[in-house]
């Protein structure tokens, strides 16, 4: 437990990075509040639509707010099986908020995870950098600044939605690895066990990055009877057990309900607009003239959200496949997530935004390549690294789900705390190995594009949200 505890002090060669972040993501999520405070503070019966209805950034969901403001197992249990009870904590403590202050204190609560979360996000970084990487500490303080300077690494940390928890969990789970294979120990089952727990449980796809570091780490003893068994296939199955529970149990009756209620309204719309005609065509004959026929009104054609998917049942109904890719990477996966578009500004591809947005400026483009081969020189540089390769296969694993498979692919951007960090841990080899008479060169290129991100974008979600 001691040690727990210690990985979560804050040593004195962080306390000045550390005091920078918080202000920065108090600030950040001060403005949420700020925007959101009148609407949702006051008490409701029902806070379900209250949410979902009135909170649009980008195509974040508000899940996390309702379910710490009436608990439920709100999130799709298949894809955040452990979530809502994760959250069933924050929902004790809003409910004696609740009774102490008279109003919801459910934004309030769900910042401070997120600002929580965020800041340990940036400081396992940081040491990841320093201790695994070995870049000095201007340079890792650099390499924060530019990870925290990415559109969707800032708004993860201001919206109420999950990707936050999952981006701590993960670089977490980096660090572990990292130092692991420095002392050359192997994961314990224990350790594979909790970090699968939290981690899967708060996004399934994400636990199996925990898989990934533990083949890395113990490499054939990963293959060993007693370590398959006990922490990752008995895990794996009792998790999805539980989800399949929960749903069965929990979401099931809820779902049955709400269809019986939707179509019973919808029986009783029917029936009165049906006596509502009868009523005009009586009048109407009365007056010695005929009804008109009832119109045929046919529905308007949905918009395009998504490409086609490889099937229309279970999980490969969320796949993509006529989406372009090239497309995608160059404004959504490396644009979006990075700078925000001016154009369409956090909309939600759900309602207005369309899939593909091009920047209008070529300074944003620029912007984009350099970061791009900036990590592709670092990746070459760290080509012989175990670690580096433990935290391409969490990146690949991402690209394979969402590039090549299309989850999410129409709103990739969304997802992109979970993978960005590798961005920084790539460059951090790049910039240790250059020969120091240019470093100076390619670190004031970095000073400049993270000023540029932090001011551009920054200035948009202010703009957005005030």
Known sequence: MRNILRIFAIRREERMLATVLLLLLLALNAIVIAHYYSLFTPLQKYYWPLFIRNFHISGFDPITLSVVSDWSAGYNVFRHPLLAFFMYPAYLLNQALMFITGINCAIFIVAAMQVSSAFYADIFLYRILREITLLDRFGSTLLVALYQSFAFIMLAAMVPDHFIFSSMMLILSLYVTGRRLASRRPMKIWQTIVYFVFTAGTSLNNGLKVFLSALFVNRRKFFHPAFLLLAVLLPSLLLWGIARWEYRVLVYPTEQARHKAKAKKEAARKKAAEFAKAQRDSVILAQGKTPEPAKNTKAKPKRKVAGAPIAKKGFL???????????????????????????????????????????????????????????????????????????????LLDMTLHVGLGFGLNEAYIMTAHWAYVIPIAMAFFLRLINPQFAWIFRSIIIIITSFLFGWNITLVCQFLT
């Open 317 to 395: 109904s969320w796949t993509d496949v006529t989406t372009p890719r090239w497309e995608s990477l160059v404004e959504n996966v490396f644009g979006e997530g990075i700078q925000l578009h001016k154009d369409y500004l956090l909309q939600d591809v759900l309602r207005k935004r369309p899939m593909i947005v091009h920047y209008t400026m070529a300074t944003n483009y620029i912007v984009e390549a350099i970061i791009v081969l900036l990590f592709i020189f670092g990746i070459l540089c760290g080509l012989r690294n175990t670690f580096l390769w433990s935290c391409m296969a969490y990146f």
